[in-house]
């Protein structure tokens, strides 16, 4: 999803304007905008309901041998659906935020003088957009890590994959408020966990800062 993002964020910011930047910005609008479980819901319709290619809900079919690469393929193929929702639901507000700050680099003045200077624009590209790309991105990527358990009750709900959001929502339903504290405490966890690793690879990539610190 990241890889994606990227791409689609800093072509478009590179030919602002262009057909391929409207067509971007209007799929981001539509990722951003409609909800995962009405996607969820709408791809359960068309691809599992109308045309019978995608399984409804689990992860892999019964009278299977487990341990088999039949049974691996068939838990891969039921999570085609899930995976594409989940990519398809957060890459549009990132693909956004990286467009958007892409243009804001390109407009900075040490590009003007790169420009100037005749420099190539791969160079230009990998030498200050990029490195100016990154921080901001890994942090944001960092808070979000929270939101792969947040992000997955519904769906798992609505696919009845056995996981953590699933657990989470039944013993919301059940009210078994243990088991909700722990769940809520591996997410404070993961908040934490994502930001020391951001501001770790935040270090790595500018340890100019790490001594500033000092």
């Known amino acids: 999803m990241m890889n994606l993002s990227l791409f689609l964020g800093i072509k478009?910011?590179?030919?602002?304007?262009?057909?391929?930047?409207?067509?971007?910005?209007?799929?981001?609008?539509?990722?951003?905008?409609?909800?995962?479980?009405?996607i969820a819901l709408l791809g359960i319709l068309i691809f599992s309901v109308n045309f019978e290619i995608l399984p409804i809900s689990g992860l892999h079919s019964s009278g299977?041998?487990?341990?088999?690469?039949?049974?691996?393929?068939?838990?891969?193929?039921h999570l085609i659906m899930p995976i594409f929702i989940i990519v398809f639901g957060g890459i549009g507000s990132l693909t956004l935020y990286i467009r958007s700050l892409t243009i804001e680099i390109l407009k900075s003045d040490y590009i003007f003088f790169a420009n100037s200077r005749g420099l190539q624009q791969k160079i230009i590209f990998k030498r200050f957009v990029l490195p100016n790309l990154y921080p901001p991105i890994i942090t944001m990527l960092g808070l979000s890590l929270p939101g792969l358990i947040g992000g997955s009750i519904i769906l798992e709900s609505i696919f009845s994959i056995n996981?953590?959001?699933?657990?989470?929502?039944?013993?919301?339903?059940?009210?078994?408020?243990?088991?909700?504290?722990?769940?809520?405490?591996?997410?404070?966890?993961?908040?934490?966990?994502?930001?020391?690793?951001a501001d770790l690879l935040l270090l790595k990539l500018n340890p100019h800062f790490a001594r500033a610190k000092r």
């Open 12 to 38: 478009a910011a590179l030919n602002k304007g262009s057909l391929f930047d409207k067509f971007v910005g209007q799929l981001s609008l539509l990722s951003f905008s409609l909800p995962s479980f009405y």
């Open 163 to 197: 996981g953590m959001g699933l657990l989470f929502f039944q013993s919301a339903m059940s009210r078994d408020y243990p088991v909700i504290m722990g769940i809520l405490i591996i997410s404070t966890f993961l908040t934490l966990f994502g930001n020391i690793v």
């Open 64 to 77: 299977l041998k487990e341990n088999s690469m039949q049974y691996y393929l068939d838990t891969l193929w």
